[in-house]
């Protein structure tokens, strides 16, 4: 896999990623970034390992990702799934509810018709 190398813009420590990521860890200030690449670069066509064309790939860290934005996009995410399977789970009710009233009816019907034949 295609590797770029570029130093922590907050530590200095060598911080390794693949080409295409868009997000880097670095493992000794415990720090995440966003990783920015040149515009002009096109990240399909870049052949062998470049290290060290790094700096010419990636424009810039844009700052290390705030860690109550990473729990937040957690929480929305959660939010999201419960809030999903609800509709799911509503709709699915509401089906075996229909389900249910439709063969009451029926057997409300057959009744009815039943008693009415047995008075003739
Ligand atoms: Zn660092």
Not at 6 to 17: D, I, Q
Not at 56 to 70: A, P, T, Y
Request: include cysteine; aromatic fraction near 10%.
């Amino acid at each position: 896999m295609k590797l770029i190398s570029k130093e922590c813009p907050k530590c200095g420590a060598n911080l390794k990623f693949k080409v295409g990521e868009h997000e880097v860890h670095c493992e000794k200030c415990r720090r995440d970034f966003v990783i920015e690449y040149d515009d002009n670069v096109d990240l399909k066509n870049i052949a062998n390992e470049i290290s060290s064309e790094g700096v010419r790939l990636v424009n810039s860290f844009s700052g290390h990702i705030n860690e109550n934005m990473k729990m937040f996009r957690t929480i929305f995410i959660i939010v999201f799934a419960v809030v999903i399977v609800a509709f799911i789970g509503i709709f699915v009710l509401g089906i075996i509810n229909a389900q249910r009233i439709n063969s009451e009816f029926d057997q409300e019907w057959k009744r009815a018709n039943t008693s009415i034949q047995g008075n003739f």
